[in-house]
Each structure stands twice: as structure tokens, then as C-alpha cells.
């Protein structure tokens, strides 16, 4: 019995020292950027992203994102130039279609304040599907 106390007691000074160590150290990885967390929160949602890109047009076989392109801006809404509603922050995020080098697109998300990442149910097209023809950017119809 003394034996057994003695091993449990030895673990848990070995545990409590361990803890201690990896607090005084710290983690080896550095903490993820904003928005290294809202480009990869994007990509465990990029089937649904994707889904709704094809629902605009029933043309688009697939998607390719520019993870690169992520930007979150302030917006404040107005109408006709006038401020209206309060300001929001809006991710937005550009993509290609059907692999197609000469095309584009973006798509928006509400961004939450609290969390930083953006509301999934909330994306929006703000730059049609358009593809590079005859110098100028046409709808992909």
C-alpha cells in the first residue's frame, strides 16, 4: 500500500512539474494570425462555398479559390450615398470557375465581431461570374 502511494504521489509531482515547464516555456507554434483562422475556417467550409457558387449558374463544373485574396473591410451601409444601419465588417474573397485562367469572381461573408470569422449563411456574390473576352470582363453566361 505504501509502495502504491508512493508511485501515484511520484506521477503526480512528475505531472504538476510537467505542466509547470510547458506554462513557463510555452507553445513551440505560434499563435494563428486572425486571419490565418478566417482562411482556414473558409476551407472547412469550402464545399459549401463552392455549392453556392454552382447554384449561380448552372455552367460552373468547379471552383477554385484564391486563398491569397481574403480581405476584411468595414462597410457601412447608405442609400444613395446617405449612412444608414450600422457598420458591419464584410470578408470578402475571390475564386475562378471551370478552370478557366481568364475568369472571376467574389463572394462576401458578414464577419462576426466577437469571433472574427465569418457567418457562413451569410455569403453573398459581389463581383458576378465574368470571364476575359475581347479585351473587356463579360457576364459568364
Known amino acids: 500500500m505504501n509502495k502504491l502511494f508512493n508511485i501515484i504521489l511520484g506521477l503526480g509531482f512528475l505531472l504538476i512539474l510537467g505542466a509547470g515547464i510547458y506554462q513557463l516555456v510555452g507553445p513551440i507554434l505560434p499563435p494563428l494570425s486572425t486571419r490565418d483562422k478566417q482562411i482556414a475556417y473558409l476551407k472547412e467550409?469550402?464545399?459549401?462555398?463552392?455549392?453556392?457558387?454552382?447554384?449561380?449558374?448552372?455552367?460552373?463544373e468547379s471552383v477554385?479559390?484564391?486563398?491569397?485574396?481574403?480581405?476584411?473591410?468595414?462597410?457601412?451601409?447608405?442609400a444613395g450615398g446617405i449612412p444608414i444601419g450600422k457598420k458591419y465588417n464584410q470578408l470578402d474573397i475571390k475564386?475562378?470557375?471551370?478552370?478557366?485562367n481568364d475568369s472571376k469572381f467574389t463572394v462576401s461573408f458578414e464577419v462576426?465581431?466577437?469571433?472574427?470569422?465569418?457567418?457562413?449563411?451569410?455569403?453573398?456574390?459581389?463581383?458576378?461570374?465574368?470571364?476575359?473576352?475581347?479585351?473587356?470582363?463579360?457576364?459568364?453566361?
Not at 45 to 60: A, F, G, I, L, R
Not at 70 to 75: A, K, L, Q, T
Open 95 to 100: 475564386g475562378k470557375f471551370n478552370n478557366i
Open 45 to 60: 467550409h469550402e464545399q459549401e462555398m463552392t455549392d453556392y457558387v454552382k447554384s449561380q449558374n448552372p455552367k460552373v
Open 64 to 78: 477554385q479559390w484564391d486563398w491569397d485574396s481574403v480581405i476584411v473591410e468595414e462597410i457601412q451601409p447608405d
Open 112 to 141: 462576426d465581431k466577437k469571433k472574427s470569422l465569418p457567418y457562413i449563411n451569410t455569403v453573398n456574390i459581389t463581383q458576378d461570374l465574368r470571364i476575359l473576352k475581347n479585351g473587356g470582363w463579360d457576364l459568364y453566361e
